[in-house]
């Protein structure tokens, strides 16, 4: 199966990394805006093409991984693409999904592919638990909590402020509140108690740190809801200590069962990830196989992660999968 | 939907209880091998008819929820009743689900119906993680732990020694093993080092207990390749203190990506529940609609979880399921 990759950022690295560890899959390229001529491939095998050039390859690509923003590229590009290619996305502004949904599905319909959206690990594989959680246990709460990991549109929020060089913002759950949850105490937890906000700050030469300070907690959206800490550090140590994107969360479901529902159960679905673009690239690859079995079967139209048969996003036979996975 | 639940122990009680749980679904009735009359249901309206009757109601009844032994019911009921009902099960020989898969999709084909087997949580949700997390980082190691939990056939092995008047068996992961593998360091781990047994015996008046010990800690494949501990306690301390039928686990996979496969995630799957029937049984009420909805749509044949789109498992509409769960 030939996969494409359009769009070359940390995301687009991701997946052409994963590709490499999945024997039955072939990169055929990236496609990208820059001059493909000036593009650093983590591989130096890989082709580069030019994106304005991607219709001529619609017969060279099984899946095209769309390896866009959710705010302007993937809106555009995903209906422009699911006309012509199997495609994939991580499309992860969540109130938008159905709008994102019908728009893409017009396109898969009439150009008889298969167009995935929303996958990766929020939307996607916590989606994914907390839809089967909740089937199972009708009669309960479900929790979802995100890191301990770099937000990028936190960090992106403190750069924009005056005198601030460089910043990085981590999520963290509150310990206290998951422990509740997972006592099956079923608390209401609010925006505070769930999360905090740790924020790495360098600050510009002669910036006015404590105005820096009181911009970032009083940001309206982004930290005024949270208690959130800020740490002024030096550029070397940004770099030093706070040059990955980890990232992770865990999504709980406490639930009753029984005549009085006096039996409880928890369902714990727990990420810790080093690297939040290449897990969310394994996850768009082990998908991007499901696309291709699915278009290969006929199937056509915009999907989800809901959508698939689990079996259908791995890469072994049924019968090591009935001999050695059930 | 109707449901008919074909076998009533501990299993077909949690059914009764789970269906009630479900208002897309009705109770049809218990079948029973027992005279009917002397069933005393959960729910005093709950119809109870004899087991040998049970093709007389072929058109009453959507799905079959069959609740039999995996040792020597299953092998028989499910192929017997899959040509005639759509049907679920929750055969749980692990070795034997390739042979049972032929004999049940044999009957399925025939009848033109689905029918599932090998639903609960180990076969099971275990099962489904064990696969995503496998299909996500191809590179890398998964490990079950089961427990803190009662296993019945442990249980049974104690109580089948001269001696015990009766006893209970729980399964414990070795905390030590759990960190190791969190702590992303891909252990090898023998079967002593990942679970302990915690054994609570009643023994009989006059009887010799330190025999009884060594003949459960030197009992082969239940107990001599694990660390043992027996407390002899009294009937009343076991009926008080080891009455619930408790279970759990957790399945974990460490895997690298990137260039250097130097980035390490980890996957965690975690149950925690009070009663193992009534989880097992609410996984296979979920999984019943799924099988109403696929052979709805004239899918036919023996399928395991991973043949389900997970969006069939649950009974909420398409629209809520987009903007409000992915």
């Known amino acids: 199966m030939k996969i494409g990759i359009y769009g070359y950022g940390n995301l687009g690295k991701g997946v052409e990394c994963a590709v490499k560890q999945n024997p039955d899959m072939e990169l055929f390229g990236i496609f990208t805006r820059r001059e493909p001529s000036t593009v650093k491939t983590v591989f130096c095998d890989t082709p580069v093409y030019k994106a304005d050039d991607v219709l001529n390859y619609k017969n060279d690509i099984d899946v095209l991984v769309i390896c866009g923003g959710s705010a ?57 638990n907390r839809l089967y959680a909740t089937a199972i246990l009708p009669n309960g709460n479900d929790y979802t909590f995100w890191g301990t990991g770099v937000s990028q549109g936190h960090s992106d929020a403190i750069r924009r402020i005056e005198g601030v060089e460089d910043a990085r913002q981590y999520t963290v759950p509150v310990e206290e509140a998951l422990e509740r ?8 937890l609010t925006t505070r108690e769930k999360h905090t906000r740790v924020c790495y700050v360098v600050a510009k030469e002669g910036a006015d740190k404590a105005k820096i300070e009181h911009e970032i907690v009083t940001m309206p959206n982004y930290f005024a809801d949270y208690d959130t800490t800020v740490h002024f550090i030096t550029k070397e140590e940004l770099m030093r200590d706070h040059a990955g994107i980890p990232h992770g969360g865990v999504v709980i479901r406490c639930g009753a069962t029984g005549k009085d529902l ?6 714990e679905y727990k ?56």
């Not at 422009?80 to 502004?93: Q, R």
């Not at 006096?262 to 369902?267: A, C, R, V, W």
């Not at 897990?279 to 998908?287: E, H, N, P, Q």
């Open 271 to 326: 990420l810790k990830l080093d690297s939040n673009p290449e897990f969310t690239a394994s996850v768009l690859v082990a998908y991007a196989r499901a696309v291709y079995k699915m278009n290969s079967r006929g199937d056509k139209g915009c999907k989800t992660v809901f959508d698939v048969a689990p079996a259908d996003t791995i890469n072994v036979s049924r019968e090591y999968m009935l001999a050695h996975m059930l």
């Open 262 to 267: 006096d039996n409880k159960h928890t369902i």
């Open 181 to 188: 949850v997972r006592n099956m105490e079923n608390p209401e």
């Open 72 to 128: 302007t590229d993937l809106p555009k590009m995903t209906p422009m693409l699911a006309e012509h290619f199997n495609v994939i996305d991580s499309f992860d502004t969540h109130a938008k999904i159905p709008e994102h949904f019908a728009n893409v599905d017009i396109s898969a319909q009439k150009g008889g592919k298969v167009a995935m959206i929303s996958v990766g690990w929020d939307p996607g594989m916590f989606s994914l």
